[in-house]
Structures are given as structure tokens and as C-alpha cells.
């Protein structure tokens, strides 16, 4: 799969750092098998691999609840429920935000016994840019975004009641070993990529973890964009959190966004009101 052209105009004119607009990604990191808080990074994905069980027989969903447009924008998580000085933005700034290091086009012969794997790295690279780690939402779906410097935070709730969020699931828990490092060209200019595990609060019915960070070039300068991604299923719903940018992952503030945000949309999905933020019942 390649880039279109024509997605380049998606990426906003105004650059956050030499030239590149940081797209929030996200992840929460919780206490590694290892013990480690210090990266949220675990050593072997293996060791997290998420069960394939299907959302009709969720333990922590309701299947019967559907997911309502009004209902996604309650689940939505809002500045108070996470730390340090994240500032809301306009739904439409967060629609957009795109991030010009994430275009390329993987190069297939880093994949010298394993061809297929090419395409899984491409389809995780155009998912980032594009948002939709989990595939598009075939039902209600309402998005944030917050800043911070120079990091970003995008969350998502949406309803995938005709399609297989499980499916995706499953897909990002191979993409540690599939796409561990791999490079891919844009214009001309090479970058490195590398994924990897992490770990996540133990919330909703499944969880998957990553994190990708790519190095290049922006405007002549290097940058290391890093991105964490975390990924929670409530029964045939889900939410997804990307954040991160040249500033490097802001792991506190993602693990409180997915275990809060993995909350609220359960209380919606029970016809609950969410409860209050932690910083409104100080």
C-alpha cells in the first residue's frame, strides 16, 4: 500500500517544530512485568497477548448497550482527567492533525523471509496518520484532542458494532515481532522505524500497547518523533489514545486517560453518568 499524493495537504501549515506538526498518539503505561515504570516498555510482547474472545460474550460490556453519538461525546475524557498542563483544542484542530514523519513507503526488503509482514508495517504507518488504528467506526464516534509543548494527545471513542474490533486487537499484538524495525522512504528521504510493546492498565474487556518511534529528517534537521498507542476494547466499542511527539511519550497522563476513559465509556454503555474528573471532587 502507498501513500496518495494527495494526503500531504492534510498535514497543517503550522509546524509545531522545524517544519513538522506533532500528531498526538497515545499510551498508557502501567507497572511492567519486569517491575519497571522507568520506560512502559516491555521486553517481549509475547508475554501480553490478548485473548480472541468475542465481544457478545464480554465480561465487562454490554452488548445489548448502543453506542449513541451523544454517548460517545459523554465517554469523552476532558483536561481534568488527566495531569500536568494538557490544554483542550478545537474538535476541528484535532480532526486534522497529521504528522508529515508518519508518510512513506515501507521498504519491502527489510522483510527478506517474510513479504506479508511489509504490509502490516505500511497498514500501521497509514493508520497513525490517518487516525484509525482500530479501522473506521461503523457506528457513533467523537473525538479530543489536548497540547502540551509540543506533545499532543488524541482520544477516541467509537463503536464498531459491524465490524471486529477484537480483530484489530489481535493485528497490533503482532506488530512488535512483524515490524520491529524497518525503514521507508518519502521524497527521497529515509526513516527508521521501530515498534515495540508496552504495557497498560488492566481495564476493559482487551488492551493492546505500542509504541513507534521514527527518526528522520525534518526540513534538513533530524527529529525523533516518538508515539504511543494504546488501544482498549469494552465490548463492541473501544477507545484509543495516541500521544506523544518530538517531545518524546507522556506516559502518566496516558495511563490516566485509558484507565479513566475505559470508565467513563463503561458507565455510558450502563446508562450511567460518568463519574466526576479527579481534580473537579478536590
Not at 480472541?52 to 451523544?70: D, I, Q, R, W
Not at 488504528?133 to 464516534?141: E, Q
Not at 493492546?208 to 476494547?233: I, P, Q
Request: charge should be negative; charged fraction near 25%.
Amino acid at each position: 500500500m502507498t501513500r496518495r499524493p494527495t494526503r500531504l495537504v492534510r498535514v497543517l501549515s503550522s509546524a509545531v517544530v522545524a517544519g513538522t506538526l506533532v500528531t498526538t498518539a497515545a499510551c498508557s503505561s502501567d507497572e511492567d512485568k519486569d517491575g519497571s515504570r522507568s520506560s512502559g516498555v516491555t521486553a517481549s510482547p509475547a508475554a501480553r497477548k490478548q485473548p480472541t474472545t468475542s465481544p457478545a460474550t464480554s465480561p465487562t460490556g454490554s452488548p445489548n448497550a448502543v453506542l449513541t453519538e451523544s454517548g460517545a461525546q459523554t465517554a469523552l475524557i476532558t483536561e481534568a482527567d488527566i495531569e500536568d498542563d494538557w490544554t483542550q483544542v478545537k474538535d476541528t484542530e484535532a480532526e486534522n492533525w497529521q504528522d508529515s514523519l508518519l508518510i512513506g513507503t515501507v521498504d519491502v526488503s527489510d522483510f527478506l523471509t517474510a513479504k506479508a509482514d511489509a504490509a502490516d508495517c505500511q497498514r500501521l504507518m497509514d493508520s497513525l496518520f490517518d487516525d484509525d488504528l482500530l479501522g473506521k467506526p461503523s457506528g457513533a464516534n467523537a473525538l479530543r484532542g489536548f497540547t502540551q509543548g509540543d506533545s499532543r494527545l488524541l482520544y477516541q471513542v467509537a463503536a464498531y458494532d459491524r465490524t471486529d474490533p477484537q480483530g484489530a486487537l489481535n493485528w497490533m499484538a503482532e506488530l512488535p515481532d512483524k515490524c520491529d524495525q524497518f525503514t521507508m522512504t518519502e521524497n527521497g528521504e529515509e526513516r527508521t522505524v521501530q515498534v515495540v510493546d508496552t504495557s497498560l492498565p488492566d481495564v476493559g474487556d482487551a488492551r493492546e500497547g505500542l509504541r513507534v518511534t521514527v527518526r528522520g529528517e525534518t526540513d534538513g534537521n533530524d527529529a525523533t518523533l516518538t508515539l504511543d498507542v494504546a488501544a482498549v476494547r469494552v465490548g463492541n466499542d473501544a477507545i484509543t489514545v495516541t500521544s506523544g511527539g518530538l517531545d518524546g511519550d507522556e506516559h502518566d497522563s496516558m495511563e490516566q486517560a485509558v484507565q479513566l476513559g475505559t470508565q467513563r465509556l463503561k458507565d455510558v454503555l450502563a446508562g450511567k453518568t460518568p463519574a466526576a474528573s479527579p481534580s473537579e471532587i478536590e
